[in-house]
Nanobody, 126 residues
Framework: QVQLVESGGGLVQAGGSLRLSCAAS????????MGWFRQAPGKEREFVDA????????IYADSVKGRFTISRNNAKNTMYLHMNSLQPEDTAVYYC???????????????????WGQGTQVTVSS
């Protein structure tokens, strides 16, 4: 069992930056692929990015490529999402998720993730 807790959300102006963190409990964090998803009001949850268990491969949604960076520190049981050049359309609740998939390419579908955090709100004002 893994428990995930996000932090770092908040209100930022367009063009600004935020860093989200996802702290995981348990001793097997390094065994899990990790991902970020987001859900805006009235919209379905969407994939943002993901990183494999070792940190050697990452995948990004086209909408955030070049602006967001996902990383992980297995020694600290923590995953990060650095968000730059934020735009109002990035406003959403951001969720971190853990998957038992041990593939080189991390999964991108929400159904492939087994553990979810409670979410953290990111609001970008224009």
């Amino acid at each position: 069992q893994v428990q995930l807790v996000e932090s770092g959300g908040g209100l930022v102006q367009a063009g600004g930056s935020l860093r989200l963190s996802c702290a995981a409990s348990g001793r097997t964090f390094s065994s899990y692929a990790m991902g970020w998803f987001r859900q805006a009001p009235g919209k379905e949850r969407e994939f943002v990015d993901a990183i494999n268990w070792s940190g050697s491969n990452t995948i990004y949604a086209d909408s955030v490529k070049g602006r967001f960076t996902i990383s992980r520190n297995n020694a600290k049981n923590t995953m990060y999402l650095h968000m730059n050049s934020l735009q109002p359309e990035d406003t959403a609740v951001y969720y971190c998720a853990g998957s038992t998939y041990r593939t080189y390419s991390p999964p991108t579908g929400a159904g492939e993730y087994d553990y979810w955090g409670q979410g953290t709100q990111v609001t970008v004002s224009s």
